[in-house]
């Protein structure tokens, strides 16, 4: 199988990658974006498209699926080689570029590389009565509302999450429940006093400890062992297990970087102690770091104009506004 030839391949496909990819073509490079997950969007996209997001620039309020939709359509006009449901593995210094090995077996000849991968690959943390329930009534994620419409919810656990799509789902659905084997919520007060405002049942010192079929296999009830009172049945079509999830950079730890708690190191630049190799967005680690969407976009554009130049020594940093170009 030839090697694709790109300009820079960038690993990540959430809110930083795409806008990198956007950004990467308005500098005239051709760009290719890899991610383990089935659709753009990173965690946007896997856990709360439906949400609105508060900090982006130009936005007073936009959902999350809006806010992807937008993105990719931003990097269209330049059209990206997209790679998803494939894993970057292997780095390798090839000739001036970059090998990466993909799941697979495919290599990428690259001159460049961006990491954009946020917090890495995110695993779910399981609910023990949910075993083999999983897309037979139970998720982890809310991908579309409408999905839940005239149903009867149990939301499973007590951080913001969960509190997030007791929220997202009240309007739509015939009944949420939240059940929490503890007393006390790590999700913000505030939500906590808007879910339950709304009249939300919810259900603490508890745990979900068995689901039960209607008899063709589809979840109809759900089995809630309640401290100091028993067991409670409830009816649910759906079980939302906000439970929390593992996380880790995968392959990427292996890449002769400076990693820290999950984070790359990087310089002023994005560079980071790989030559060709940058990193933006929550990924990148540096003093003073905050971690919103909006910085990193700028780290985006940071780390493509400067990839820019290293790719083409007589090439500008700063190459004018886009405003600028017709």
Do not use: C
Not at 166 to 185: E, Q
């Amino acid at each position: 199988m030839s090697s694709p030839e790109v300009d820079l391949l960038v690993v990540g496909a959430g809110p930083t990658g795409l806008f990198a990819a956007y950004y990467a073509g308005f500098r005239g490079l051709s760009t290719a974006v890899v991610d383990s997950l089935p659709e753009p969007g990173g965690q946007v996209t896997a856990m709360y498209p439906e949400k609105m997001i508060y900090d982006v620039g130009g936005f007073a309020a936009v959902r999350g699926r809006d806010l992807v939709k937008g993105l990719v359509e931003q990097a269209a006009q330049w059209d990206p080689k997209y790679l998803l449901g494939r894993k970057a593995e292997g780095l390798a210094t090839s000739g001036d570029g970059l090998d990466v090995t993909l799941d697979g077996g495919e290599v990428i000849h690259a001159g460049a590389v961006l990491i954009t991968a946020g917090i890495g690959e995110f695993t779910p943390r399981p609910l023990p009565a949910g075993n083999g329930w999983l897309g037979r009534g139970m998720v982890h994620f809310v991908p579309a509302l409408d999905a839940h419409a005239g149903q009867h919810v149990v939301v499973v656990g007590g951080g913001d999450s969960a509190f997030d799509w007791a929220l997202a789902l009240h309007p739509v659905a015939a009944s949420v429940t939240i059940v929490h084997r503890r007393a006390r919520f790590r999700a913000a007060q505030s939500i906590v006093r808007e879910v339950t405002g709304l009249g939300t049942r919810v259900i603490t010192d508890a745990e979900v400890v068995e689901m039960r079929d209607d008899g063709d296999g589809k979840l109809a009830e759900v089995v809630v062992d309640v401290k100091n009172s028993g067991a409670e049945t409830l009816p649910a079509q759906a079980v939302v297990a906000a439970l929390g999830f593992t996380a880790d950079l995968g392959p990427i730890e292996n890449w002769g970087l400076e990693i820290d708690h999950r984070a790359i190191g990087v310089d002023s630049t994005m560079a980071t102690a790989r030559d060709r190799v940058y990193a933006a967005g929550d990924v990148a680690a540096y003093p003073g770091k905050v971690k919103l969407i909006a910085t990193g976009f700028g780290e985006a554009a940071t780390a493509v104009n400067n990839i820019a130049v290293a790719l083409n020594p007589e090439a500008h940093l700063f190459p004018g506004h886009s405003s600028n170009v017709e």
